[in-house]
């Protein structure tokens, strides 16, 4: 990857093949659904060619080269995220398929491990489903109870109400880093430390604040941490789960298969450590793999540099459309959350509108953006979402505009 000592967008944009080329209508791409899925630069693009065109095989199984090679490749990569997030060690990361899998797991195996009947699982009013269901269905079988950290008046996480709704039966605190339709977030450190005060573990989805809001899992308390390959500029299909060593020794398989245990008998298995433990089966190889490469290229780019940059777009936008009658955003204040605006416009349906930019070449989302409750909240069954990624400009946040000023002539609001 060439240096970006002192990064541009311009330099960012050039390492992402997808913004060379207009779309096939010919239009300028301009791609603002990153809170979704964000595009991917060459070296992730390479990584993975590399890996199947140079050594590709089956991972922890081959003692011969291309074996050895791709293990090699994958501790190298699992130590790029203990780095990320700041654990303790590599073999506190576990590959999963994203960052539903990786709760998933955690609501089956620990939520199993530690629910009983009356015990509490705290959530907020601003999870993603994915935070939601898993809980809700390891609620059905044990008998435990969900309840709900509300929202104040500005869309943010209410932490006084956290604070009274904890209690000695509250056993899991699961939370989004930050909201993917508001952008809002959530004091990480204060929360964890609200948790362990009356013994539940704390556990931070970071699908959309591991970039936004680099975790340091230690120094923070976070318990158990999830996140998406897919959304921090690396591959889909992999996804990362951390947790505390002690925690990981203590928690039971969520699948059995190939490479998670120790010795099989024909009435009983024993387990590996973890990770090894939690990855049952063949893993995502080649994606968990050029994971390395998106982590590479964020932290050469630089945190803080993509803090500004973002927040430059996120400011301009909501400027821009705070001034665009009937327009309606649904969030914090600019200075109090992430790159995300969700928004109505009056007189248009969110499918509509978001289908009007696309004519501009706009790519945003609309709907409930896997957030349902949270939008029975907002009052409104949809939202368009803008999300901005680091290889986002200020002129395609003046285009998203320029675009909602066409959509509203043509749906002849203007
Ligand atoms: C906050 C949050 N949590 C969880 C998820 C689920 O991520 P994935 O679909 O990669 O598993 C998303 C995806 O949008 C998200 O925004």
Same mark, same amino acid.
């Given at each position: ?80 995220? $203990? ?85 000695? $039966? ?123 490469? %998106? ?75 896997? %957030? ?12 368009? $979402? ?29």
């Amino acid at each position: 990857m060439a240096s970006l000592s002192l990064p541009t967008v311009e330099s960012i944009r050039e390492q992402f093949p997808i913004l060379q080329h207009p779309d096939s209508h010919g239009r300028d791409v301009v791609y603002l659904d990153n809170g979704a899925s964000t595009q991917k630069p060459q070296c992730v693009i390479d990584k993975e060619v590399e890996v199947y065109t140079k050594y590709y095989a089956n991972a922890y199984r081959g003692v011969y080269e291309f074996g050895q090679r791709i293990d090699d490749e994958l501790e190298l990569s699992r130590e790029s995220v $203990r780095d990320l997030i700041g654990a303790e060690s590599k073999e506190e990361i576990i590959f999963t398929a994203g960052t539903t899998m990786s709760l998933n797991l955690l609501a089956y195996a620990w939520g199993s491990h530690v629910l009983e009947p009356g015990d509490e699982i705290i959530l907020s009013r601003m999870e993603h489903h994915a935070n939601i269901v898993p809980w809700q269905l390891i609620a059905q079988k044990t008998g435990a109870t969900i309840r709900y950290v509300p929202l104040d008046d500005q869309y943010r996480f209410d932490e006084q109400a956290f604070e009274q709704i904890l209690n000695s $039966r509250t056993k899991i605190v699961s939370l989004t880093g930050m909201s993917n339709v508001l952008g809002a977030t959530i004091p990480v450190s204060q929360v964890a430390e609200a948790a362990h005060s009356v013994g539940a573990v704390f556990i931070l989805d970071a699908a959309q604040s591991v970039l936004h809001q680099p975790a340091d899992v230690m120094k923070q308390g976070v318990d158990f941490l999830a996140f998406s390959g897919h959304k921090i500029y690396g591959p889909s299909g992999v996804g990362v789960l951390y947790g505390k060593q002690e925690l990981l020794e203590q928690m039971p398989p969520f699948l059995g298969g190939g490479h998670m245990i120790d010795q099989v008998f024909d009435d009983h298995s024993t387990w590996a450590a973890a990770p090894a433990k939690f990855e049952a089966g063949t893993l995502p190889i080649a994606q968990a793999i050029a994971l390395r490469p %998106a982590i590479e290229f964020i932290k050469e780019i630089d945190f803080d540099w993509i803090e500004k940059h973002e927040k430059k777009l996120l400011i301009r936008a909501t400027e821009q459309l705070q001034e665009i009658p009937g327009l309606k955003i649904y969030g914090p204040d600019v200075s109090e959350k992430g790159a995300i605006v969700s928004f109505t416009l009056e007189g248009a349906h969110p499918q509509d509108l978001a289908f009007l930019l696309n004519r501009h070449g706009v790519c945003v989302r609309h709907g409930h953006h896997c %957030a349902m409750p949270l939008h029975e909240i907002l009052g409104v069954s949809a939202t368009v $979402r803008a999300s901005f990624g680091l290889y986002n400009t200020v002129e395609e946040v003046d285009k998203l505009t320029e675009a909602i000023h066409q959509a509203r002539k043509k749906l002849r609001l203007a």
